[in-house]
């Protein structure tokens, strides 16, 4: 494992904003990672870990500490076993139902046989979900197209379509403050929609192990590229959705008729095209933020503060964000 001082980190961002870490390094095996990790405690400074940077902030000044660049990547295929019980997250919206293509593609799972999968956090998805059909294991097709790792998953409960990544992790192994690894099962992680403890805890992911079926792979193969193509017309240079959807409370109070932001934002606040600086709302989604080139995170930030302005004092909405933001 080899420390690099003062590496600028937009180039690990999808969004491509993010001054230099203070200290950074390339975590290429579990070895590497528990290493890394002990290293930074050793020196008392702060520990952040990157996946494939689709869902975080980084600031325009950089920050503190030591930065890991996650890419432990193996898959494991355990044997079969039992069905596990699930929590109960809401989904706030049901795009399987408002899409006929996916609404006929759609299948019960709990038809075909378990499998357990163990995924490296810093497994990234788009390879993995394809690799896995391939060998006739179904489930995360839904999330297809999504650029997460494991652990970008694990962190934020992941969503696809009407699925969340809780509906299908069973534990994890994560190595905690003190440096220690310890198998935690799903409860461990208080999932709710977008949330789970780790952000609270501090804790890094080393590895997931996953329910999935030994399922109708074909199947699983068209709804995954059904979605590769879907998120494909995407804004690529961005954080994915800002902000959360909205609550089904908020969208009834509201009338309506999806819980999408990017509805909201264009629709009812009419800020698609909103630019700061080279940041601006694109017109491809209008619940993204795309940099357009050398936009910075005090653009963005500034962009976030209008359409939240906008929210509030147009429809009395508190809008949550759905990315992480990582202040110096
Ligand atoms: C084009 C596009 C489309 C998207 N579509 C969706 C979508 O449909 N649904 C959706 O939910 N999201 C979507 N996103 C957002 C994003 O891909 C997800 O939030 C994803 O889970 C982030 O994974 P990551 O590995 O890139 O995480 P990162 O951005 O690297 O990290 C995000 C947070 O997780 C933490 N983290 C990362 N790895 C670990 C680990 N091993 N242990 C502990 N903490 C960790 C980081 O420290 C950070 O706080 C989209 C993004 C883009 C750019």
Redesign the pocket.
Known sequence: MKIQFQVALAPY??LRIGGPAEYFCEAKTREELIEAVAWAIKGQLKI?????????LIADQGVKGLVIR?LISAIKILETQKSWPRPKVQPRFQLLQSDPKLKELSYDETKYPPVLVRLD??AYLPRAIFSLISQGITGLEW?S?????A??????N???ADKFWSDYLVEAE?INRQGQVKTVPLDYFNYDY?RSI?ATSG????TVTLQLRRGPAKQALEIAKFWQLK?SH???R????IFQNLSQAEQKQLKLPTPSIGYLIDKQLKLKGTQVGQAWIPNQHAGFVENLGGATQKDVLTLIKKVKTKAKTQLGLDLKL?V?T?QN
């Open positions: 961002s999808t952040h870990i990157l996946g494939n940077g689709s869902n975080t996650n956090s810093g999330f197209g999504i650029p997460a790792t652990g970008g998953a694990t962190y934020i992941l969503h696809g994560v977008d780790l804790d890094l992911v080393l998120k995407q804004p690529q961005s954080l994915g959705c759905e992480v990582w």
